[in-house]
């Protein structure tokens, strides 16, 4: 079993910065990939940046050159610059476990002038 709690969304105007932090817990050990989602209203979950347990890392095209996924330990970060109301979503911590796929609950971001 894996735990993933994530912090640090809120309310930012257009350009504004935020930080993301997913902690982890459990039997990360087994973890091989970490990723960041995030669901818009009305539209389905997408993939945002991900980081492989080898250290390859990906972003969707809309957030290249604006966010930043890293890894600390247990704890997977997402710095999120430049902020634009498109962004605005509710974003969820991923673990791809070699047994399961493990949630975290989601944090609000909300960019809006």
């Known amino acids: 079993q894996v735990q993933l709690v994530e912090s640090g969304g809120g309310s930012v105007q257009p350009g504004g910065s935020l930080r993301l932090s997913c902690a982890a817990s459990?039997?990360?050990?087994?973890?091989?990939?970490w990723g960041w989602y995030r669901q818009a209203p009305g539209k389905s979950r997408e993939l945002v940046a991900a980081?492989?347990?080898?250290?390859s890392i990906s972003y969707a095209e809309s957030v290249k050159g604006r966010f930043t996924i890293s890894r600390d330990g247990a704890t997977v970060y997402l710095q999120m610059n430049s902020l634009k109301p498109e962004d605005t979503a509710v974003y969820f911590c991923?673990?791809?476990?070699?047994?399961?796929?493990?949630w975290g609950q989601g944090t609000q971001v909300t960019v809006s002038s």
């Open positions: 991923r673990a791809d476990h070699a047994i399961a796929t493990y």
């Open positions: 980081i492989m347990s080898g250290g």
């Open positions: 459990g039997r990360i050990f087994s973890i091989y990939t």
